[in-house]
């Protein structure tokens, strides 16, 4: 019997690590792009958020209505950022911090109007878990990583294609050199200012859309700032990973596991307070990111005003 108990912590813990670190995985791999380019989103938080509340709104028309609602509602703030940043070169690091602090007045907002003051009884329509025949059946590791809703499977079927995109093509090779050496791309006919536009909008989409994993394959509700920063975890997660999409997926799964390890824990029955299963993700992070950046370079013109 505790054999099974404990398999059972198992899977759970697993397929919560999973489920947790999707919305990261979003915007993370999404970040990553945009940071290749040249550019560090920290309204990402803010596009994270807006895709949150515009999937809630867009999920009466159904839950895929919902997703794709919040991916156009991502983008949009990445695309407001980005003109000031690109359009008007103000500065990336108070521009960001500006956009984050607009979305989340404005989120809140309009979640007061549409549901509100309280937004009691708020709930949505999920995307059901969706198994992959016979994988699904695996022991341990299929329930954990093949019973997961589509947004997961999404989220990973996107690191290869960025990859692939970033390494093994004419558009990632100018992406690639828009960030690492601006002036020498620009003067090789690279369209630098309308390359980290689009790479920035890009990078919004998918925050928006990790944003929707939160609200439409996770919780099924929306409470203002729910996002709790998951947009700047998801910025270390890419320092982390080393501008990679292969270790932005890692750092990704380790903060998710790390997140369920609170889960796990109370299965276990273990008398430890709350308070240190609620910061226990974050201190991980901080742990493994600051024994990471000692060992890695950022691209050349990250963060650089043109």
């Given at each position: 019997m505790t054999s099974a108990v404990e398999a059972g912590a198992l899977i759970g813990f697993l397929a919560a690590s999973v489920r947790v670190a999707t919305p990261l995985l979003f915007a993370a791999i999404g970040e990553t792009v945009t940071e290749r380019a040249g550019i560090i989103n920290l309204g990402l938080e803010g596009a994270m958020l807006a895709g949150a509340l515009a999937s809630a709104l867009g999920a009466s028309a159904g839950p895929w209505a919902g997703v794709a609602a919040g991916g156009l509602a991502g983008a949009a703030v990445a695309a407001?950022?980005?003109?000031?940043?690109?359009?008007?070169?103000?500065?990336?690091?108070?521009?960001?911090?500006?956009?984050?602090?607009?979305?989340?007045?404005?989120?809140?907002?309009?979640?007061?109007?549409?549901y509100g003051a309280g937004g009691a009884g708020l709930s949505l329509p999920t995307l059901a878990v969706l198994p992959v025949p016979g994988l699904s059946r695996l022991p341990v590791l299929g329930p954990a990583l093949f019973a997961q809703p589509t947004l997961t499977y999404l989220s990973l079927v996107l690191v290869p294609a960025v990859w692939w995109v970033l390494y093994r093509t004419r558009?990632?090779?100018?992406?690639?050199?828009?960030?690492?050496?601006?002036?020498?791309?620009?003067?090789?006919?690279?369209?630098?200012?309308?390359?980290?536009?689009?790479?920035?909008?890009?990078?919004?989409?998918l925050a928006g859309l990790g944003g929707a994993s939160l609200v439409l394959a996770q919780v099924g509700t929306f409470a203002e700032k729910?996002?709790?920063?998951?947009?700047?975890?998801?910025?270390?997660?890419?320092?982390?990973?080393?501008?990679?999409?292969?270790?932005?997926?890692?750092?990704?799964?380790?903060?998710?596991?790390?997140?369920?390890l609170q889960f796990l824990f109370q299965a276990l029955g273990l008398s430890v307070p709350y308070q240190f299963f609620l910061?226990?993700?974050?201190?991980?992070?901080?742990?493994?990111?600051?024994?990471?950046?000692?060992?890695?370079?950022?691209?050349?013109?990250?963060?650089?005003?043109?």
């Open positions: 407001a950022f980005a003109a000031w940043v690109v359009g008007a070169r103000v500065n990336q690091i108070i521009a960001g911090t500006a956009v984050t602090l607009a979305c989340v007045g404005l989120t809140g907002t309009i979640y007061r109007q549409a558009l990632g090779l100018a992406v690639r050199a828009t960030g690492e050496a601006t002036e020498l791309a620009r003067a090789a006919g690279v369209p630098v200012r309308a390359l980290r536009f689009w790479a920035t909008v890009f990078g919004g989409a729910m996002t709790a920063g998951r947009g700047y975890v998801a910025i270390a997660i890419v320092v982390l990973g080393r501008w990679h999409p292969g270790g932005v997926a890692l750092a990704a799964l380790l903060f998710g596991a790390a997140t369920a910061m226990l993700p974050y201190v991980l992070t901080l742990v493994a990111l600051g024994g990471a950046v000692r060992r890695v370079e950022a691209p050349a013109g990250l963060a650089k005003d043109e």
